[in-house]
């Protein structure tokens, strides 16, 4: 999606009526259309959710909706629909890894709601740059994304130089682990400041 379109200034639109219209219009026109009913349709806070007899943790801008389901609210085919939220490269859309195969994220879900603290662009770099660190975390270690309100809160806290150290030492705290299953959250990471931590070679 194009970063112009996030940074413009917002309108402020009930959710309501964008449901009215999208009854109006059951099928998404396109990809525009079709991502802004998914933004429409995430969770606007952090729940867990019932799915195929287990608990899934779906956080602010996450959905655990089927595919099936996500077919009916866009109007389009199952395949149709899949191919949408799988292919999309962009940034705007990502699968998050687990057990539930339809478990998708909008990394900058509160920079689209508008939600940025006074409204500043250095609050939009703050989110960007918290959104790169969180995915390079969980990429590396395998960890559930737990906490990413508690993380992000911690990522504030950081000085620019920090947080450019702990995303650049993900890789070293990771393989200086005696062992894996040590390995802390990211929001733990994070308070302890463990990017910091020194290594004998």
């Known amino acids: ?22 009854d109006e219009h059951p099928e998404a026109g396109g990809d525009m259309d079709a991502f802004l009913r998914i933004l429409t349709y995430v969770n606007y ?11 899934v943790l779906c956080a602010r801008g996450e959905s ?21 939220i799988r ?10 890894k687990g057990d539930c195969a339809s478990h998708i ?7 689209w709601t508008g939600k940025r603290k006074n409204g500043t662009a250095a609050d939009s770099t703050v989110e960007e740059s918290f959104g790169l660190f969180w995915n390079e975390y969980h990429e590396t270690t395998r960890m559930p994304r737990q906490n990413r309100e508690g993380a992000l809160r911690e990522w504030k806290r950081l000085s620019q130089k920090e ?12 393989f200086h682990l005696r062992d894996t299953k040590y390995c802390r959250q ?8 463990m990017f910091q931590d020194e290594y004998d070679n």
């Open 186 to 193: 990211a929001v733990k990471y994070l308070a302890d400041k």
């Open 64 to 84: 655990v909706i089927s595919y099936s389901q996500w077919a009916e609210i866009l109007g389009w085919s199952l395949g149709r629909t899949r191919c949408f």
């Open 163 to 174: 947080r450019k150290m702990a995303l650049e030492n993900i890789d070293d705290y990771f």
């Open 105 to 111: 994220r909008i990394p900058a879900y509160d920079v």
């Open 87 to 96: 292919l999309i490269t962009n940034g705007s859309i990502e699968l998050v």
């Open 45 to 55: 806070a952090e729940a867990v959710v019932k799915r195929e007899s287990r608990e």
């Open 1 to 22: 999606m194009d970063r112009k379109l996030k940074t413009i200034g917002y309108v402020m639109i009930p959710r309501d009526l964008l449901l009215k219209a999208f």
